[in-house]
Protein backbone atom coordinates (compact mmCIF):
# COMPACT_ATOMS: atom_id res chain seq x y z
CA UNK A 1 0.00 0.00 0.00
CA UNK A 2 1.06 3.74 -0.63
CA UNK A 3 2.32 5.55 2.51
CA UNK A 4 -0.55 7.44 2.58
CA UNK A 5 -2.96 6.91 5.60
CA UNK A 6 -6.10 5.20 5.56
CA UNK A 7 -8.94 7.12 4.59
CA UNK A 8 -11.47 7.90 7.72
CA UNK A 9 -14.27 6.07 6.03
CA UNK A 10 -12.63 2.77 5.19
CA UNK A 11 -10.84 3.13 8.82
CA UNK A 12 -13.98 2.99 10.53
CA UNK A 13 -15.73 0.92 8.18
CA UNK A 14 -12.92 -1.86 8.80
CA UNK A 15 -13.48 -1.18 12.21
CA UNK A 16 -16.93 -1.83 12.19
CA UNK A 17 -16.48 -5.12 10.40
CA UNK A 18 -18.51 -3.85 7.35
CA UNK A 19 -15.68 -3.57 5.26
CA UNK A 20 -15.49 -5.71 1.67
CA UNK A 21 -13.40 -8.99 2.48
CA UNK A 22 -10.77 -8.11 -0.90
CA UNK A 23 -9.70 -4.86 1.06
CA UNK A 24 -9.24 -6.20 4.82
CA UNK A 25 -5.45 -7.75 3.78
CA UNK A 26 -4.61 -4.21 2.04
CA UNK A 27 -5.65 -2.27 5.59
CA UNK A 28 -4.23 -4.99 7.92
CA UNK A 29 -0.73 -4.71 6.02
CA UNK A 30 -1.00 -1.24 6.15
CA UNK A 31 -1.92 -1.07 9.85
CA UNK A 32 1.38 -3.26 10.77
CA UNK A 33 3.31 -0.69 9.73
CA UNK A 34 1.91 2.50 10.05
CA UNK A 35 1.66 3.86 13.74
CA UNK A 36 -0.70 6.77 13.11
CA UNK A 37 -3.39 4.29 11.51
CA UNK A 38 -3.17 2.27 14.56
CA UNK A 39 -3.78 4.85 16.90
CA UNK A 40 -6.70 6.15 14.85
CA UNK A 41 -8.32 2.55 14.97
CA UNK A 42 -8.15 2.27 18.42
CA UNK A 43 -9.56 5.95 18.81
CA UNK A 44 -12.59 4.10 16.69
CA UNK A 45 -12.67 1.00 18.31
CA UNK A 46 -13.23 3.07 21.65
CA UNK A 47 -15.67 5.61 20.27
CA UNK A 48 -17.99 2.15 19.24
CA UNK A 49 -17.99 0.38 22.29
CA UNK A 50 -19.00 3.10 24.15
CA UNK A 51 -21.71 4.60 21.44
CA UNK A 52 -22.69 0.63 21.34
CA UNK A 53 -23.04 0.75 25.35
CA UNK A 54 -24.81 3.49 25.61
CA UNK A 55 -27.65 2.60 22.61
CA UNK A 56 -28.16 -0.45 24.68
CA UNK A 57 -28.69 1.56 27.77
CA UNK A 58 -32.03 2.41 29.38
CA UNK A 59 -33.61 5.56 30.36
CA UNK A 60 -33.54 4.96 34.08
CA UNK A 61 -34.47 8.33 35.19
CA UNK A 62 -35.86 7.67 39.28
CA UNK A 63 -39.62 8.27 39.25
CA UNK A 64 -41.09 11.44 41.00
CA UNK A 65 -41.80 10.12 45.23
CA UNK A 66 -45.32 9.85 44.92
CA UNK A 67 -44.95 7.51 41.52
CA UNK A 68 -42.79 5.61 43.65
CA UNK A 69 -45.53 5.02 46.60
CA UNK A 70 -47.93 4.14 43.94
CA UNK A 71 -46.00 2.02 42.38
CA UNK A 72 -44.77 -0.41 45.96
CA UNK A 73 -48.65 0.24 46.74
CA UNK A 74 -49.66 -1.36 43.19
CA UNK A 75 -46.27 -4.52 43.84
CA UNK A 76 -48.01 -4.95 47.31
CA UNK A 77 -51.65 -5.47 46.14
CA UNK A 78 -50.08 -7.43 42.50
CA UNK A 79 -47.93 -9.59 45.02
CA UNK A 80 -50.43 -10.79 47.45
CA UNK A 81 -53.02 -11.39 43.97
CA UNK A 82 -50.18 -13.50 42.66
CA UNK A 83 -49.61 -15.76 46.37
CA UNK A 84 -53.55 -16.25 46.51
CA UNK A 85 -54.32 -17.49 42.83
CA UNK A 86 -50.83 -19.88 43.12
CA UNK A 87 -52.45 -21.37 46.25
CA UNK A 88 -55.81 -21.40 44.58
CA UNK A 89 -53.96 -23.65 42.05
CA UNK A 90 -52.26 -25.34 44.12
CA UNK A 91 -55.09 -26.48 46.20
CA UNK A 92 -57.54 -27.11 43.19
CA UNK A 93 -54.57 -29.08 41.74
CA UNK A 94 -52.11 -30.75 44.08
CA UNK A 95 -49.25 -29.30 42.44
CA UNK A 96 -47.69 -25.81 41.72
CA UNK A 97 -47.32 -24.62 38.08
CA UNK A 98 -44.09 -23.14 36.87
CA UNK A 99 -44.88 -19.82 35.23
CA UNK A 100 -42.57 -19.80 31.97
CA UNK A 101 -40.14 -17.04 31.84
CA UNK A 102 -39.76 -14.95 29.01
CA UNK A 103 -36.29 -15.32 27.24
CA UNK A 104 -33.51 -12.24 27.82
CA UNK A 105 -32.37 -10.81 24.81
CA UNK A 106 -28.75 -10.63 24.70
CA UNK A 107 -27.32 -8.10 21.69
CA UNK A 108 -23.94 -10.07 19.91
CA UNK A 109 -21.57 -7.66 18.51
CA UNK A 110 -18.69 -7.76 16.02
CA UNK A 111 -16.00 -6.20 17.84
CA UNK A 112 -12.61 -7.60 18.16
CA UNK A 113 -10.80 -8.26 21.83
CA UNK A 114 -11.64 -10.22 24.43
CA UNK A 115 -14.14 -7.66 25.70
CA UNK A 116 -16.49 -8.73 22.68
CA UNK A 117 -17.79 -11.58 24.55
CA UNK A 118 -21.49 -11.28 25.17
CA UNK A 119 -23.13 -12.83 28.16
CA UNK A 120 -26.20 -14.44 29.39
CA UNK A 121 -27.71 -16.87 32.24
CA UNK A 122 -27.30 -20.26 32.07
CA UNK A 123 -29.99 -22.17 32.16
CA UNK A 124 -32.25 -20.16 31.17
CA UNK A 125 -33.82 -18.90 27.80
CA UNK A 126 -32.72 -16.02 25.76
CA UNK A 127 -32.86 -14.36 22.01
CA UNK A 128 -29.44 -14.14 20.74
CA UNK A 129 -29.51 -11.06 18.41
CA UNK A 130 -27.15 -10.28 15.87
CA UNK A 131 -25.29 -7.35 14.35
CA UNK A 132 -25.51 -9.33 10.90
CA UNK A 133 -26.53 -6.65 7.71
CA UNK A 134 -29.15 -8.73 6.04
CA UNK A 135 -29.44 -8.51 2.44
CA UNK A 136 -33.14 -7.43 0.73
CA UNK A 137 -35.03 -10.96 0.52
CA UNK A 138 -32.45 -13.24 2.30
CA UNK A 139 -34.18 -14.76 5.11
CA UNK A 140 -31.93 -18.20 5.14
CA UNK A 141 -29.49 -18.12 8.06
CA UNK A 142 -28.09 -20.52 10.53
CA UNK A 143 -26.99 -20.26 13.55
CA UNK A 144 -24.48 -23.20 15.37
CA UNK A 145 -23.06 -23.01 19.01
CA UNK A 146 -20.37 -24.77 19.67
CA UNK A 147 -18.13 -25.38 22.87
CA UNK A 148 -14.14 -24.62 23.12
CA UNK A 149 -13.41 -27.79 21.52
CA UNK A 150 -15.33 -27.35 18.77
CA UNK A 151 -18.36 -29.39 19.93
CA UNK A 152 -21.44 -28.58 18.33
CA UNK A 153 -24.21 -27.85 21.45
CA UNK A 154 -27.23 -26.55 19.53
CA UNK A 155 -27.95 -25.88 15.69
CA UNK A 156 -30.93 -23.84 13.86
CA UNK A 157 -32.58 -21.61 11.65
CA UNK A 158 -31.98 -18.00 12.52
CA UNK A 159 -35.34 -15.94 12.15
CA UNK A 160 -34.88 -12.46 10.05
CA UNK A 161 -36.73 -9.97 12.03
CA UNK A 162 -37.22 -6.15 11.25
CA UNK A 163 -33.98 -6.46 9.18
CA UNK A 164 -32.39 -8.21 12.49
CA UNK A 165 -31.33 -11.98 12.46
CA UNK A 166 -32.31 -13.49 16.23
CA UNK A 167 -32.21 -17.14 17.39
CA UNK A 168 -33.83 -18.56 20.36
CA UNK A 169 -31.83 -20.27 23.00
CA UNK A 170 -33.37 -22.55 25.47
CA UNK A 171 -30.69 -23.51 27.72
CA UNK A 172 -26.98 -23.49 27.80
CA UNK A 173 -25.15 -24.67 30.96
CA UNK A 174 -22.45 -22.49 32.11
CA UNK A 175 -19.46 -22.52 29.73
CA UNK A 176 -17.85 -20.69 27.01
CA UNK A 177 -19.16 -20.75 23.68
CA UNK A 178 -19.16 -19.85 20.08
CA UNK A 179 -21.89 -18.67 18.01
CA UNK A 180 -21.30 -18.98 14.44
CA UNK A 181 -23.99 -17.59 11.57
CA UNK A 182 -23.64 -19.03 7.86
CA UNK A 183 -25.56 -17.82 5.31
CA UNK A 184 -27.74 -20.29 3.22
CA UNK A 185 -26.96 -18.91 -0.10
CA UNK A 186 -26.54 -19.65 -2.96
CA UNK A 187 -24.26 -21.92 -0.80
CA UNK A 188 -23.27 -22.22 2.82
CA UNK A 189 -21.07 -19.93 4.35
CA UNK A 190 -19.61 -18.56 7.20
CA UNK A 191 -20.48 -15.25 7.75
CA UNK A 192 -19.54 -13.83 11.77
CA UNK A 193 -18.58 -15.63 14.60
CA UNK A 194 -19.08 -14.52 18.51
CA UNK A 195 -17.77 -14.87 21.90
CA UNK A 196 -20.78 -15.98 23.85
CA UNK A 197 -20.49 -16.86 28.07
CA UNK A 198 -23.36 -18.74 29.76
CA UNK A 199 -22.54 -18.09 33.48
Keep these: MPAQHIEENVLDRYAMGTLSGE????IEEHLLSCPAC???????????THFRAA????????APLWKRF??????????????????ALFLTTGEPHRLTSQPVAVQLQSLRGPESQAEVTGGRPGLLIFDVPIAAGHTDYQVEIVDTGGNEILKGNGQVNEDRLTFRIEKLPPATYWVRVYSGQPERQLIA???LRAK
Excluded at 38 to 48: G, K, T, V
Excluded at 55 to 62: I, N
Excluded at 70 to 87: E, K
Design 55 to 62: ATQLDVRP
Design 70 to 87: ANTQRLLWGSSAVVAAAL
Design 23 to 26: SIPI
Design 38 to 48: QSRLLEADHFL
Design 193 to 195: EYG
